[in-house]
């Protein structure tokens, strides 16, 4: 597990979102009204192309279930599952493009598989590693670990995505 700063340490992702824009826009307020996750972003959030310049096409953020989900495994699998797919083709867009603000790129998940090595509770604070190691002829690959705060490999991840210029 990478060295980071706890996610105590760090702002919610609405908080930040509500700091940069002054107020959440109406879709993200609507949003927050049904959000699953408390999400941490390890780096500071990206909003103008000078911010990315030299950029590595990485990410990492704490996640953790909003309320507690009960003992059944299958539940915290599901939760896992669906956390494991809202951001892990940012780790594609990082060096092209600001992660917030207008957008230039369209994204779409063409495949996406998960490895379970060991036990875990969504509804606890883990750490969910994302890179990308080639992008290229509009396709992006991006692996991720999902770390318990002990530093234990819950979970390996691999997606492929298609990355397209808005417009093309």
Do not use: K, N
């Not at 604070?125 to 290229?136: K, R």
């Amino acid at each position: 597990m990478p060295e980071v700063p706890g996610p105590e340490s760090l702002p919610r992702l609405g908080d930040e979102l509500r700091a940069h824009l002054g107020v959440l826009p109406e879709a993200l307020r609507r949003m927050g009204r049904r959000v699953a996750f408390d999400i941490r972003y390890v780096d500071r959030l990206r909003w103008t192309p000078e911010e990315i310049e030299g950029a590595e096409p990485r990410s990492a953020v704490w996640m953790r279930a909003m309320g507690p989900l009960g003992d059944d495994p299958l539940v915290h699998t599901c939760a896992l599952t669906y956390a494991s797919d809202m951001m892990l083709l940012d780790a594609v867009r990082v060096p092209v493009e600001p992660l917030w603000g207008p957008r230039g790129f369209d994204m779409a998940s063409l495949d996406h598989a998960m490895w379970f090595h060991r036990p875990f509770r969504t509804d606890e604070w883990f750490l969910y590693q994302q890179e990308s190691p080639i992008a290229t002829g509009a396709r992006g690959l991006a692996r991720g670990q999902i770390f318990d705060r002990q530093g234990r490999l819950l979970v390996s991840v691999m997606q492929e995505g298609l990355f397209r210029r808005i417009g093309d």
